[in-house]
């Protein structure tokens, strides 16, 4: 079994800043691929940010220049800084992880982000 845990979400005024991270855990032991989703009240999910192996990255055009991903190997994590907060990102968010070694996507819970004077 594979388990992502997403945490930092919250409540944050409108040019605030926040960080969510994300850890795998389980039989899970390489991954190739790790992005951050969100969907808004009344919309489609979105890909926000995703880092591949080798380092490439990818934002939406919505988030450049605020937003910036990162992983951590070793521990398995992927982290969101999101700075810059504006009310139109308000959503929940969704770490997304793809294992060639399992060959399998894997969803976290969700973490909600609500940005709000």
């Known amino acids: 079994q594979v388990q992502l845990v997403e945490s930092g979400g919250g409540l944050v005024q409108p040019g605030g800043s926040l960080r969510l991270s994300c850890a795998a855990s389980g039989n899970i032991i390489s991954i190739d691929y790790m992005a951050w989703y969100r969907r808004a009240p009344g919309k489609e999910r979105e890909l926000v940010a995703r880092?591949?192996?080798?380092?490439?990255?990818t934002y939406a055009d919505s988030v450049k220049g605020r937003f910036t991903i990162s992983r951590d190997n070793a521990k398995k994590t992927v982290y969101l800084q999101m700075n810059s907060l504006k009310v139109e990102d308000t959503a929940e968010y969704y770490c997304?992880?793809?294992?060639?070694?399992?060959?399998?996507?894997?969803w976290g819970q969700g973490t909600q982000v609500t940005v709000s004077s």
């Open positions: 997304n992880v793809y294992s060639s070694q399992l060959r399998q996507y894997y």
């Open positions: 880092i591949i192996i080798g380092g490439s990255i």
